[in-house]
Structures are given as C-alpha cells and as structure tokens.
C-alpha cells in the first residue's frame, strides 16, 4: 500500500536516501554508457563499475556506498538475486593498498584538546547572539560526544537542568537503528565559562527573549536547541550538519589551534584532555 511504503521510504535516514540516490543515478548513466543492464546487474558489471570508481581515485568509502546503494536497489525493486560482490570487493581492497602506499589514506579529524577548546570558546563573540550559540554548540559536542546530526536534532525538550548538571535525551543516532533513544548525563563545569548549565541557560534565555518578541511559545524557527542565525542577529530554523562543520571549522582558524585547516566538528568527538 501507500501508506506502507510511505513508512519503509521514512525508516531509511534522509542522508542515506540522498546519498543511495546519488550513488544509483551515477551508476545507471555509467551502465547506459557502456551498455550494461542496470537493473538486474550481474557481478561482472559490479565489478568492473567498481574498478572505473578507483581509477577516477574516488575515495573507498564512496566506493563502499555505491556497491551497498546497488545492492540496496536491487533489493527494494524485488530481486531476489544480487550481484555478488566478492570481485568488487577484491578491487577496493588492492585500491585502498594503493591509496595507503602513495600516502592517500583515510585522513582522520585531528583531535582537539580542552586547551584547544577553550580557546575556540574564548573567540566567540559572547556579547553577541551568534557566539552564545556558538559556545553552546561547543560544549554540547564536547560533551554528548555527538555527531552532527544529533546535535542538530536536540530540541529545548531534550535538555533538561538537574542538580548535579544536565540530562540530554538524543533521540536517535546513526547506531541506533530502532530509535530507542538514549539519555545523556553531563555534568556541571568548574570554570563558569564552560560550565555547560551556565552555557545553556545563557543560550535558552536568548530563544526565550526571540520568542517573546515574536509573539510565540517558542523562538521564530521552531522548537530545535540550536538554529541559524543572520548576520543582523535574528534567530532562524535548525543548523544543518555542515553549519556545525562551518562553524566548527571556522572557530578552530580563528583561535589558531594546531592543525586547525584540518578541524572538522567530528574533532569533537576525538577531544581529549592534555597529558
């Protein structure tokens, strides 16, 4: 029925619908132009689709998502067979050799420190609407350890202030398939400019402040923790998971910390404490 590929369609995340998407369409033009079927493939096409991947050096993670997004089409249009990958696979793998061999492997987010992260918090612009978000989003990622999709995710309702510091529901998250949902203690800060209660109601009397001006429950944009904001000050929808990135990225050039062309928002995730 409608209704339930309706719901199937809504079980598969929004980026991984995007990306399969992506993935099929470069496949199916590649087939077209070498005359290949598609749609059943055989393992041969997979194969040599696969090889054409690595000599335009695309990175093995992308060559991963298209042999899983043509595997997943075959699947959803009702083909009981799929092309067997054990030959693709076998290309990918000498192509990740080469890649590691020449000096091309996978680049990880480097880390960064407390150090590095308080001095990311001390540019932030804390007189401003966009440097107490900013603050914010730093310290949650700091500590929920979050992607960005999760930090995105978070509404007001999911942050709650308790004695001992804050509990922070993430609703679902790329590991957790069935939403389960889990909840996040994060304890209180010594140092006031990091303690994440302060950070947090600093952030929440800003979108009180939006919302009463506007007339409404909540802040212009809707009930998300963490929104856009325009460059006069006004409070606007959800952040994407490349704003967080931007931003992230764009805090770790202007507070100089080591390495800071490579920081992306998954350094948050890596953050240690200095030995």
Known sequence: SDAARA?????????????????????????????????????????????????????????????????????????????????????LRAHKRRRATAGNGRRQAPPLTIPDLRAMIEVCDLGTVTGLRDRLLLVLGLALMGRR?????????????????LEVRIGT?????????QIVAIPRGSHPLTDPV??????????????????????????????RIDRHGIIGPSLTGESVNVIVAGLAVRADVPNAEAVTAHSLRACRTPN
């Not at 998250?173 to 949902?181: E, I, L, M, R």
């Not at 506007?214 to 929104?227: E, H, I, M, W, Y």
């Open 149 to 165: 999709s999760e930090l995105v995710a978070l509404t007001r309702a999911d942050v709650r202030e308790v004695r001992d510091g």
């Open 173 to 181: 998250s790329k590991t957790d398939k069935n939403s389960a949902g």
């Open 7 to 91: 719901l199937i369609a809504e079980g598969v995340p929004a980026n991984t619908q995007r990306a399969y998407t992506r993935q099929w369409a470069a496949f199916t033009a590649w087939c077209a132009d070498q005359g290949r079927l598609p749609l059943p493939a055989t393992s041969h096409t997979l194969a040599e689709y696969t090889a054409a991947l690595c000599a335009l050096d695309q990175a093995p993670a992308s060559i991963e998502q298209a042999i899983s997004a043509i595997r997943t089409m075959h699947r959803l249009s009702g083909h009981r067979g799929q092309p067997d990958t054990e030959a693709a696979r076998l290309a």
């Open 198 to 227: 302060i950070v947090c109601r600093d952030w929440l009397h800003i979108l009180d402040q939006a919302a009463a001006a506007d007339g409404q429950d909540t802040a212009p944009g809707g009930g998300r923790l963490l929104r």
